[in-house]
């Protein structure tokens, strides 16, 4: 029984040429059909929208639920409600609009107050409602907003570079935020199209190990670094050879966020043209005359 | 002494046959019997109720606590509140009741408010009540719509279907939602009966070998294989072999979930009835013309 | 050099014999002192005090804070409050206390409303007080409601127990809640007290292996059994040798929680009296007539 | 290829001597430059600023947004809020501010409140901000409040004392926190300014091999032991070699916080003018009359 090849979980046949599966923000590049309403989870939508659209949704939310209040109040009678004295019909809605929208967030000022039974049952109702209905946007806002996320900053290209006697492939990441990330780990695959047993072009995925595939701490940048020694799979391999074979590099770093305590995941890939040929890094980072360290943040995809 | 014997934390014994261990839904198929009060979370059963159980609670409490407070205001007098100042004794019951909402709530229109003292500590002890208990209803809520949950959805029926050389067992996963979970571990056991020792039918738990037991990536399905090779203790078994044993095939797929930061597990279990013999199953993804990877989630059980 | 000895983090030397170790509710039997302030946490302590102590606190808080406020609005003086018409001082101030409790919880009936320049920018303050404070209250209140907190039940007795050709040590756990625990992990230790070689009494601690350390799922209960080999401290070990060494055995249980997402974690001990010799465990659970099974909490610790 | 030596991600090539990598709190002495506004998470500048700084933007803020709503009021007209009555435009504008902070807190007294349309609508609107608004001024301040942080105190000198027959690098730790910890790991790295092989310095860093790496309990002291044997990088070194080769020990602590239920990390170092030779540490705890353990948190550092 032949040994299954390695797949990270992309799997390996695909009818066409992808033109890529990571893209450069660390997103698959998938689109998902068939998803019933039962899938979509409105927070999972609602907290990765854009922000935007977050307070559109919050606003036109706000409008709609005061209208549907307004008009029951209209409908029960605007005698029930201390305060209103519009002359036309429109205005008297527009003023239950307003005491609506006084219910619904608590204010109360009481310019407007009921005094029908039907009207105080509604507007306590409606307080309830208003209660209820901001916890879960106020909750979805403060998630927005807190949500931990890593952004792990990555060199423009990756290089091939001197190393040792060698050469091998790197990129620089570094902690563009100021949250203290530790025990990071990085995984670098490298994905090709290869022509497979029946003639079909079949996806190969191979780990490219690392010098060093821990680090501990990450307060500079952490050059990554994979040796293109004999057992490389890049052994060899010629820019024309990265191209023809459609080749992608796939990056997973993850890391312990010390600062939200969570582990974070950061995806990133480089294609066959994002690649500069003997090249170095510059250093991104110099000791100063009070012998502190400065790191600097532009550095990072710097090149000699 | 005796090697012990495999189990997962199911037990062995049992004095009559089991209809299932895990549910469709995942769940164990156990009742609990004599739970104290001290044992039931009322957290924990509040966050798992239905949403319209869930709901009737929060009305129910809130008008409890308001008949409550109602009937105080009412028993300190109604000339302690300003406002009130209806003909019938029930109907100013009724606009303690209201004046009670207004402050639970925080709304305080002011139509009616507290004057004598008695009224007026009752009206702040009940705003810190309702500051307080809305807290708790609040975070509920929001604890029920922003709970992590991941939605991994199974075939339909597992298939024997053709392997190499052999025959395999095969089924598949996918995330239903669009959240990002990455390293993914699945376990799978066989559970059986099989003739004990002492003549009593036991429980007998196997691991079954994966062909791939982790991926790192799952934007796509997961075809998760065992094979059934000579090693396996499904090798051999016929379809009546399954029913005569009352074979049971539990699942459990651990997972990171990215979007939410934690870790996420499912569970499932597929019984001797709900597998297909010399199926395979249908592509469920394919790249579109632009070269971007499509994904039919209704495909996910498809068979040819 | 010498091979230092197993300790899990409770240091070996004593002056004079300790009375437990781990209490029963799995605490430490160890008292702290020297704690400044910087080393207290107010967050820690309100959450873990008890809930009276928590609700007095919080009424506490809410008066003080409302007689600061009502103080200041007395001094800057009651013509700036308008409906304020008390006739003696100590009814005047009685008012701006109600009028400041109004304000902290934002009723903001509007009975009493500020006028004046001072009292306005008081208010103004006060409420935004209110709304931070009872922030950080109501935080605190949910964070005590939703805590995960696993309740694991341990039975009331070890038992030395039959066991293939031999004997064991056994006790048994359950989960006492309804959430989902998964992976669990037992640790458990024998700590006696030895002779050592300078004449001073020394705390000695060894693991005690287990017939199985980990199990998947924990719908039922689990039987937690040494087996008392050769190999096993335990070995030999006379009823009298358990007491005169003050034998206590130390228990761990480590879980994943699916419901809460989190890891949780079970303490337990056991001393010399309160093992029962020569008994076994009564199954705690039963197949009834639909073939589902059910779980009797209260026959946890049932001997026969 | 020569094997790259060991790094635990702070890199090996500097330009100057660095006074001290590890702060004493834990921080790295780095600094940043060239940050961007979309690396600056507000979120994390507010959750990790001083506590002065922080309520001071927080009563910045709530100035702000009002003097702006109270502009709008303003400007739309102050006969269209009903109670403003002042003689002087500036005295009509305070009134404008405080109907605007009884707004956003939703205080709404309703001394003053709106009439006309336009302030109406600006009223509902700014009621909506200051709910949104609030939620995340109050979930930012509870963040910090409850925000897991262990205070693990170190010894504040390390020792070089006696250990078997030979000496031993010692440090102690503690949890000057009431929270519990458990299964704690250490981490312990040497680093030393080294001559490279192109003349230039290198750092250089060593793992220190432990006693004990790992401990399950942490209800009492911890001490840190390194035994210096012939294969430690200390073997032989002088108090000059300390101080010549600009010796930093960099210590990392990780446990479970299992009051939290999260994990935490601990960052220390000393450096070579932070040890004390040939002491010992004195006991930190010892058994009172009842035979309960009391440990004494000043004691930490104690030698004799």
Redo the contacts between chains.
């Keep these: ?2 040994k ?1 090849s390695f ?5 390996q ?8 599966m990571i893209n450069q923000d660390g997103s ?9 309403w ?7 939508r609602l ?2 929208m854009s922000w935007l659209g977050f307070f559109a949704s ?2 036109a939310g ?1 409008l709609v639920v ?1 209208t549907v209040f307004a008009s029951l109040y209209y409908m029960i009678g605007t005698e029930q409600l ?1 305060g209103i004295n519009a002359p036309t019909a429109f ?1 008297r809605f ?2 239950t609009f ?1 005491f609506s ?3 619904l ?11 029908g ?1 039907a009207a ?2 509604l ?2 109702l409606e ?2 409602c ?3 209905g ?10 927005r ?2 949500r ?2 890593a ?1 792990i ?1 990555f060199s423009r290209f990756m290089l091939i570079a001197p190393y ?3 050469v091998s492939l790197q990129f620089r990441a570094v902690n ?4 203290s990330l ?1 025990e ?1 780990e990085a ?1 670098v695959m490298l994905m090709t199209v290869e022509p497979s047993d029946d003639g079909e072009a079949k996806r190969r995925y191979q780990i490219l190990k690392l ?2 595939e821990r ?8 050059t990554i ?1 994979h ?1 293109i ?1 004999p057992s490389s799979p890049l052994y060899g391999m010629t820019q024309d050879d990265w191209k023809r074979r459609q080749a992608e590099v796939l990056i ?1 770093i993850k890391a ?1 966020d ?8 950061a995806r990133h890939s480089y294609r066959h043209d994002e690649i500069l040929w003997d090249r170095r890094f510059a ?1 991104a ?15 990072l995809g710097e090149v000699v």
Tied chains: 1, 2, 3, 4.
Excluded at 7 to 11: A, F, I, S, Y
Excluded at 107 to 115: D, E, F, K, N
Excluded at 215 to 222: A, C, K, S
Aim: aromatic share 12%; net charge positive; charged share 20%.
């Design positions: 029984m032949q299954p797949d990270p979980g992309l799997t046949k695909f009818t066409l040429p992808v033109t890529r698959f590049n998938v689109r998902r059909r068939g998803v019933t039962r899938d979509s989870h409105p927070y999972l907290i990765n919050l606003l706000f005061n201390a205005r527009l003023e307003f929208s006084q219910t967030t608590t204010v109360g000022y009481g310019g407007i107050s009921p005094r039974l105080n049952a507007a306590a307080s309830l208003g209660v209820l901001f916890a879960v946007a106020t909750g979805l806002l403060f998630g907003v807190s931990p996320s952004r900053g040792a006697e060698g563009r935020r100021s949250n530790v990071l995984n010098e060093r680090v501990i701490f990450f307060p500079l940048t952490w670094v040796p020694d997973l312990y010390d600062t939200f305590s969570q582990t974070v995941l250093p980072f110099y000791v100063d005359e009070q012998g502190d360290l400065v790191l600097e943040l532009k550095k």
